[in-house]
C-alpha cells in the first residue's frame, strides 16, 4: 500500500455586498407611522397587518429597530397629548366615561400596534433591554393621562366624591368605578395605592371618625353597633364590586379603628344599654354583634371579658352571700345554676363558644362559690332534694343533665373533702329511710365523682350501698330461721360497716316492748352468724309504719321515726303524758325528743297528738295526748321530724372539726409521699407541692401543712438539716 499526503479542502463563503437603499427605513416607518394613526383613528379595516408584519420585520431584520422603537414612542405619545385634550374638555359626569372610552380605545389599539411590531418584541426589545410594547403604552397612558396635571387631580376627587355619595346612599355607576379603578390596577400596583388607595384611606378615616362621633353621642350601644356592622359590610361590599381585593382588609381597618376600638370603653359601659345590660336582658344578638366586631380590633375581646368578667363576680358575690338568699339551701344552688345556664348560653349563642370566655365563666363561678363556705353543704342538699323527690316522673337523659350540673358546681368547689362530708349523711338518710327516688341516679353520682376524685373518695360511698345489699340478705336469713315471727311485728334492721357511715355515738333509746324482745333475737341470731363483730343500735336513725285508729274509728297509716314510735306507743297505755313522763319512760335525749314531739304535735295536718298549752314551742311542763279529731285524706301519713334542712351553726362547726380531722393524715401521707421521691426538699417547695397534690380535695391550709410537717419531725419521718433549718430531709 502506497504512502499519499492527505490533502485539506476549504470552500469559502460567497461574498456578495447587499446594499440597502438609503431612504428604505424612513419609507417604511413611513408605512408604519400612517398605520399607527389609521389605527387610532378607528380605521384599522383597511390595512393590510401582514404586510405591516413584515415592514417591521424588515426594519429589525436590517438594524433599523432603534429608529422604530424611538418612532413608536413619538407616535403614541402624540396621539396621547390629544386624547387628553379630549379627555380634559369632558364635563361633569362624562369625565369618568370619556376617560373609560378612551382608555378602552387605547388598549385595542395597543394589542393592534404590538401584533404588528410583535417581531421587535421578541428579538430587538430583549437584547436592548427596552420596555415591550404593551408595557411602553400602559405607561406612556400613565404619563401622558393619569399623571396629567389636569386629569390626575379631578381624577381622585371625581372618585372619592362618588364613594361619599354611594355613603351618603346615593346610587352611582358601580360599573363605570370598577373600569377606572381596575385601568388604575393594571398600569400597575402603585398607581392604584398611590393616586388612589392612599387618599381613598384618609378620607374614609376621617368621615366614619366624624360618624362616629354623631353616632355615639345620639345612639344606644345596641343601636350604634348596628350601624358600625352596616358600615363594615357595606365597606366589604364595596370591594367586591370596585376595589382592590387587597383593599379589603385595609379599608376594613379604618372602619374598625374609627367606630369601633375608638370607642370600646365607652360602648361596653354605657349607661343602660351597655354591655351589662345587654348580659341581664339575655340580648343574644346584640352580644353576638359586640362579639363579632370587637373581635376584629386589638384588646376587643379581653375588653368584653373583663367587664363580663366583673359583672359576674358581683352579682355572684351578691347571690352567695345575701342572707335572704340563703335561708333556702335548694334554691340558692338552683339560683346557682340558673346564673350558670345562662352565662353558657350566652357564650354558645352569642360567643361563638369561645373557650376564653368558657374559662373567664369557669374561674368567676370557682370564685364566689367559694366565698361561702356553706356552698358544699347546700350543693349536697340539692343533691338530696333532687334524688329524694325531684326526679319522680323525669327521663333518665334529664336525670344525667341534672346530675352533671351538679357536678359541674362541684368542680368548682375548693373543699370536695366537706362536699364528701355533708353528701355522705344525706345519702346514709336516704338509704335508710328508703327514700331515694331511684338507685340508678344514685349510682350515677357516685360513678361521676369516682371519675372526677378517685376511686378513695368514694370507696366509703360504694360501701354504703354494699351494706344496704347485704343486710337484705341478712334479714331473708333471719325470718327463715324464725318462721315463728312472720305473725308479729316486721323487723328490718340495716346492719352498717362501722367506718362507711357517717354514724355517731348516740344514746339508745328505750323501745317498745314488742319490738325491743324482736331486736334481741336478731342480736342472737346475728352475732351467732357471724364470729368477732359487734353490734351498737342507732336508733336515731330508723323509721317505723305502725297503724292507728283516731276519735270516731278513722284508721292510717303512720310512717315515722324509731323515736316518734316510741313516744305514740306510750299512749296505747295512757291517755295523757306530760313531758316528763314520756323523756322518762323513752330516754330519748332531749334536743331529739323536744324536735319529736313538735313534728306530731305542731305540724298542721300531721298533728296526731295536742298538747297544753297550746304553741309552736315544746316546754318541760307541757302535757300530751291523742288528737281524736286527726283527719287526713291520705290513709298513709308521712310524719317527719321538725329538724332544720341545713345545719345550726353548732353543727357545722362540729362538720368542719370533723373535716379538719380527717386532712391531717391526708396531708401527712401527701408530704411523706412528696418527701421518699424527693428526699430532700425546702419548706416553700412542700408547701407547693402538697397544695398541688391535694387540690383535688381541698385547698390546704399552709399553716396546717407546717404542723404536720412539725408532727412528722417529732416521729422521725422527717428531720432538719443542721445548716439550713427551712430544709427537710426524709428518714428511711
Known amino acids: 500500500m502506497s504512502n499519499q499526503k492527505k490533502r485539506n479542502f476549504q470552500i469559502e463563503a460567497f461574498k456578495h455586498r447587499v446594499v440597502v437603499d438609503p431612504k428604505y427605513a424612513d419609507k417604511t416607518w413611513n408605512i408604519l407611522e400612517h398605520a399607527i394613526h389609521e389605527i387610532y383613528n378607528h380605521n384599522a379595516s383597511g390595512l393590510s397587518f401582514e404586510e405591516l408584519y413584515r415592514n417591521a420585520y424588515n426594519m429589525v431584520l436590517h438594524k433599523f429597530g432603534e429608529k422604530l422603537y424611538s418612532g413608536l414612542v413619538t407616535t403614541m405619545t402624540a396621539h396621547l397629548k390629544e386624547i387628553s385634550k379630549s379627555i380634559e374638555a369632558a364635563q361633569g359626569g362624562l369625565f369618568l366615561e370619556e376617560l373609560n372610552r378612551k382608555w378602552n380605545d387605547h388598549n385595542k389599539a395597543l ?113 350604634y353597633l348596628k350601624k358600625a356592622e352596616r358600615r363594615l359590610n357595606e365597606e366589604i361590599e364595596r370591594v367586591t364590586h370596585y376595589l382592590d381585593a387587597k383593599s379589603e382588609a385595609k379599608i376594613t381597618n379604618v372602619v374598625e379603628k374609627e367606630m369601633i376600638a375608638n370607642h370600646m370603653l365607652r360602648l361596653v359601659h354605657m349607661e343602660n344599654s351597655g354591655l351589662v345590660n345587654m348580659l341581664l336582658d339575655d340580648r343574644y344578638e346584640d352580644l353576638g354583634r359586640m362579639y363579632n366586631l370587637f373581635r376584629r380590633v386589638p384588646n376587643g375581646l379581653s375588653t368584653i371579658r373583663d367587664v363580663m368578667t366583673s359583672h359576674l363576680r358581683e352579682t355572684g358575690k351578691q347571690l352567695v352571700t345575701d342572707p335572704e338568699r340563703l335561708k333556702d339551701p335548694v334554691e340558692f344552688v338552683q339560683r346557682l345554676l340558673d346564673e350558670k345556664d345562662k352565662y353558657d348560653g350566652i357564650i354558645s349563642l352569642a360567643f361563638s363558644n369561645d373557650k376564653t370566655f368558657q374559662n373567664a365563666l369557669n374561674s368567676s363561678f370557682e370564685y364566689f362559690i367559694n366565698l361561702n363556705p356553706r356552698s358544699p353543704e347546700f350543693i349536697s342538699l340539692f343533691v338530696d332534694d333532687k334524688l329524694r323527690k325531684g326526679l319522680k316522673g323525669v327521663s333518665e337523659e334529664d336525670v344525667e343533665v341534672i346530675l352533671d350540673k351538679v357536678m359541674m358546681l362541684f368542680r368548682y368547689l375548693q373543699e370536695k373533702d366537706v362536699f364528701e362530708k355533708y353528701y ?20 350515677s353520682l357516685i360513678v361521676k365523682l369516682k371519675t372526677e376524685c378517685g376511686y378513695q373518695f368514694t370507696s366509703k360511698l360504694e360501701g354504703m350501698f354494699t351494706d344496704m345489699k347485704t343486710s337484705q340478705d341478712t334479714m331473708q ?61 342507732q336508733t336515731n336513725m330508723g323509721t317505723a309504719d305502725i297503724k292507728a285508729i283516731f276519735g270516731k274509728g278513722q284508721k292510717h297509716e303512720l310512717n315515722v321515726s324509731t323515736y316518734q314510735m316510741c313516744v305514740l306507743m306510750l299512749f296505747n297505755n295512757a291517755d295523757r303524758l306530760s313531758y316528763k313522763e314520756i323523756e322518762q319512760a323513752t330516754e330519748i335525749p332531749a334536743s331529739d325528743l323536744k324536735r319529736c314531739l313538735q313534728s306530731m304535735a305542731c305540724v298542721k295536718g300531721k298533728n296526731v297528738l295536742r298538747k297544753e298549752p297550746m304553741s309552736k314551742d315544746i316546754g318541760e311542763d307541757d302535757a300530751f295526748f291523742v288528737n281524736d279529731k286527726f283527719t287526713s285524706k291520705f290513709y298513709k301519713v308521712k310524719i317527719g321530724t321538725v329538724v332544720a334542712q341545713k345545719e345550726s351553726e353548732p353543727e357545722k362547726q362540729e362538720t368542719r372539726q370533723r373535716v379538719e380531722e380527717d386532712r391531717k393524715p391526708q396531708i401527712e401521707a401527701a408530704i411523706v409521699r412528696i418527701m421518699k421521691s424527693r428526699r430532700v426538699l425546702d419548706h416553700n417547695n412542700i408547701i407547693a407541692e402538697v397544695t398541688k397534690q391535694l387540690q383535688s380535695r381541698f385547698l390546704a391550709n399552709p399553716t396546717e401543712i407546717k404542723k404536720r410537717i412539725e408532727s412528722l419531725i417529732e416521729r422521725d419521718f422527717l428531720e432538719r438539716d443542721n445548716n439550713d433549718r427551712k ?3 426524709y428518714l428511711a
Open 477 to 537: 336469713g333471719f325470718y327463715a330461721s324464725h318462721p315463728e315471727l312472720a305473725e308479729g311485728p316486721t323487723l328490718v334492721v340495716q346492719v352498717l360497716t362501722t367506718g362507711s357511715w357517717p354514724t355517731q355515738p348516740s344514746i339508745t333509746c328505750n323501745l317498745p316492748s314488742e319490738m325491743s324482745a324482736l331486736c334481741e333475737k336478731f342480736r342472737s341470731y346475728y352475732l351467732g352468724t357471724h364470729t368477732g363483730r359487734r353490734l351498737s343500735w
Open 424 to 443: 355522705k349523711q344525706h345519702l346514709a338518710k336516704r338509704l335508710l329511710s328508703g327514700k331515694t327516688v331511684s338507685d340508678d341516679a344514685e349510682r
Open 727 to 729: 430544709l427537710y430531709r
Open 111 to 223: 394589542q393592534m400596534i404590538r401584533d404588528i411590531l410583535m417581531y421587535m418584541d421578541r428579538t430587538y426589545i430583549p437584547n436592548t433591554h427596552k420596555t415591550p410594547v404593551h408595557e411602553l403604552g400602559l405607561n406612556l397612558w400613565r404619563d401622558n393621562i393619569i399623571h396629567s396635571s389636569k386629569i390626575q387631580t379631578r381624577l381622585l376627587s371625581t372618585l372619592l366624591e362618588l364613594v361619599h355619595s354611594e355613603r351618603t346612599g346615593e346610587v352611582i355607576d358601580r360599573g363605570l368605578m370598577r373600569n377606572i379603578i381596575k385601568m388604575l390596577m393594571d398600569l400597575g400596583s402603585s398607581v392604584y395605592q398611590e393616586d388612589f388607595e392612599k387618599p381613598f384611606l384618609e378620607v374614609s378615616a376621617e368621615f366614619y371618625k366624624g360618624e362616629s362621633q354623631k353616632f355615639i353621642e345620639c345612639c344606644d350601644c345596641g343601636d
